[in-house]
Each structure stands twice: as structure tokens, then as C-alpha cells.
């Protein structure tokens, strides 16, 4: 069902990112910014990885220096069927944890210092696991493409303030003419937002449940959702608040503060998350 629903909400951001192109320049419009947002979706598919780890200033863990991660990662990356992601360490004394990459092939899977300071080792199998499920079920393509169409929607919209404030009554404006191209402006970025952030809740949980079953202990996660969330909101990520786009990738959204409490959240609620990982394990209802 997730799966049906995440297709759904990409066809529906695809739809809009159209709509917009149309609203803002016809049919040429339309079409030219069809090829844009090609071209950005080819570009982040192949550097999307690379950019992210520069971003974070994450460095490659080797078998020699983190033993033990790498232990886990293997076990259940075999569990999985899927190739060894490359593990790397971002210096931040926030917990986080977070999976890039195109393909399980060209995978990469991070962890915090911060992190590995407050988990114990079977919660960090539970991050661990929860990850590899996101790398497994291509999640950070899937993640890649939405925020690329978003993205590129915001530039449209912006286009159509332009064009609404500044083009006069002309075809520039549109076919709904510049109070339409204002409109457009305001409202698709909301729009495009909110489906993305419906994509981004849909697949933690269904990560969640991977990774509880990839660990075969979902408490191990549960346990460790608690620790993170406690830290992650009394401690900034300097990194992500720079770059908020990026905060889809984390298990734990990393803008710590009031966001972690708005309709415009990167992640469900961690107590809901808690909650069906506690009903996973004692098999006390369905998933959902």
C-alpha cells in the first residue's frame, strides 16, 4: 500500500509541476520546463550522493577504524540481498543517521558521531537496519526525484510572481494573466511541499518496518528513535538548517525546535513511529 501510494503522490507532483509550467507560459512554457526539470533529475541522479557527503563533511569509515559498524552493516546488508553500501561519519553532535545514493549498487549509508555516542550496540543495528531498508527499497531515489520536481516548482512559481508583479497584461503572463501568475506563485510551492513531505512520511514508515524486520527486533529501533529524538531536538544541525532541503534523508528530522511540531515536517510523529514498532514486536495490531 505504501508503495501504491508513494507512485500516486509522484504522479500527483509530476501533475502539478505540469499544471504550473502551463499556468505560468502555456504550452511552451509547459514544455521548457519539462526539459529543465529533466535535466535537473538527470543531474541529481548521478551527483546527488557526492554533493550530500561533501555537504556534510562526511568522511569514509573503513573496516580498520569501525570495525563493529561494519559488522552490522554486513550481516544485514546480506540479510537484505543487497551489495555492502560504503559507511561514512559526519562530525556532528547531533544523532542522526541518514542513506543517499541512486541505486543499492552506488549506495552510502552515514552516521553521527553523535550517534554513536548514545546508542548501545543492538540500537544501532535497529538506525543501521532502518537505513539499509531506505537503500533496499530505492527510497533515496524515489526522495531525489520529488525533491527535484519540488524544487523545480519552486523556480516556476517564482518565475510567475516575476511575471505576474512585473510582465503587464500580455501573454508573459500566463493564460490566468498576472493576478493568476501571482496566485500560482503562492500556492504550488505549498502544494508541491506538502506532497513531498507526504512522500518522505510514507516511506520512514515503511523503513521503519524494513528495518525492524532486517534486525528481526523492533524494538532495537524503537528504543533507539527514543535516545535520538531526545537529543536531536535540544541539539542544532548548523548543516541542515542551511540546507532544510536536505532533511528528508535523516531517520530523525535533524531542524531541531519548533519545526519538528509543523504541518511542514519532514517525518511523522516519533512517538507514532515508537508506537507501531511496539505493536510490531508484540504483534498487538496491524501496521498500518
Do not use: C
Not at 17 to 24: D, H, I, K, R, T
Not at 127 to 142: M, N, S
Not at 151 to 168: D, E, R, T, Y
Not at 210 to 237: D, F, M, Q, V
Request: no cysteine.
Amino acid at each position: 500500500m505504501n508503495t501504491l501510494r508513494t507512485g500516486l503522490l509522484i504522479a500527483a507532483l509530476t501533475a502539478l509541476f505540469m499544471a504550473v509550467g502551463y499556468l505560468v507560459g502555456g504550452a511552451s512554457g509547459m514544455a521548457i520546463a519539462f526539459v529543465l526539470a529533466l535535466g535537473m533529475n538527470l543531474f541529481a541522479y548521478w551527483n546527488s550522493d557526492r554533493m550530500v557527503l561533501s555537504l556534510y563533511g562526511a568522511r569514509e569509515l573503513d573496516r580498520a577504524s569501525a570495525p563493529a559498524i561494519h559488522g552490522i552493516v554486513e550481516q544485514l546488508a546480506d540479510r537484505a540481498e543487497i551489495p555492502m553500501p560504503k559507511l561514512y561519519l559526519v562530525d556532528q553532535a547531533q544523532p542522526n543517521a541518514f542513506a543517499t545514493g541512486r541505486d543499492p549498487q552506488h549506495a552510502a549509508l552515514s552516521v553521527t558521531s553523535g550517534l554513536l555516542r548514545i546508542v548501545d550496540h543492538e540500537e544501532l543495528a535497529g538506525v543501521l537496519a532502518h537505513e539499509l531498508g531506505h537503500i533496499k527499497h530505492r527510497d533515496t531515489l524515489t526522495m531525489t526525484i520529488t525533491a527535484t520536481i519540488a524544487g523545480a516548482i519552486g523556480m516556476l512559481a517564482n518565475f510567475a510572481f516575476f511575471l505576474g508583479a512585473f510582465g503587464g497584461r500580455d501573454e508573459r503572463s500566463g493564460p490566468l494573466g498576472p493576478l493568476g501568475g501571482i496566485l500560482v506563485a503562492l500556492l504550488a510551492p505549498v502544494a508541491a511541499s506538502l506532497v513531498q513531505l507526504a512522500i518522505s512520511r510514507s516511506r520512514e514508515y515503511e523503513a521503519d518496518r524494513a528495518g525492524a524486520e532486517l534486525s528481526g527486533h523492533p524494538l532495537w529501533l524503537a528504543s533507539a528513535l527514543e535516545k535520538i529524538e531526545a537529543r536531536a531536538e535540544a541539539t542544532p544541525n548548523p548543516v541542515a538548517a542551511a540546507h532544510p532541503a536536505t532533511a528528508h534523508l535523516f531517520i530523525v528530522n535533524p531542524l531541531a525546535g519548533a519545526s519538528l511540531k509543523s504541518l511542514f515536517t519532514s517525518h511523522p510523529a516519533t512517538a507514532d513511529r515508537i508506537r507501531r514498532l511496539r505493536q510490531m514486536a508484540g504483534a498487538a495490531g496491524p501496521w498500518g
